[in-house]
Nanobody
Framework: VQLQASGGGLVQAGGSLRLSCAAS????????MGWFRQAPGKEREFVAT????????SYADSVKGRFTISRDNAKNTVYLQMNGLEPEDTAVYYC????????????????WGQGTQVTVSS
């Protein structure tokens, strides 16, 4: 399983970015896809998850109402639309995959993308 994240960049506070995570190598009918982020000096933290077959979407409280996770099964791609970005959202964003069950814990995910940098200036 290979995951390729893209879409990061530099944006001013209040701006928007859309991250993409393209998956290849396996069928994803039973996979949960997650987005995590890691700021310098901090642990990797949960952002959002979505199941490939039924949605079952969850968000971290810090991003609810600002971020939207979605998927395009035909393209094996998961997106993270980030609106109302704040300097506190600055981090490397990672997509990840695991089988069957939702999880908010990075340790539960088996496959990881390489990360994409998001920097929000004030």
């Amino acid at each position: 399983v290979q995951l390729q994240a893209s879409g990061g960049g530099l944006v001013q506070a209040g701006g928007s970015l859309r991250l993409s995570c393209a998956a290849s190598g396996r069928t994803f009918g039973t996979y949960v896809m997650g987005w995590f982020r890691q700021a310098p000096g901090k642990e990797r933290e949960f952002v959002a998850t979505i199941r490939w077959n039924g949605g079952s979407i969850s968000y971290a409280d810090s991003v609810k109402g600002r971020f939207t996770i979605s998927r395009d099964n035909a393209k094996n791609t998961v997106y993270l639309q980030m609106n109302g970005l704040e300097p506190e959202d600055t981090a490397v964003y990672y997509c990840a995959a695991r089988r069957y069950l939702d999880s908010y814990y990075a340790r539960d995910y088996d496959y990881w993308g390489q990360g994409t940098q998001v920097t929000v200036s004030s």
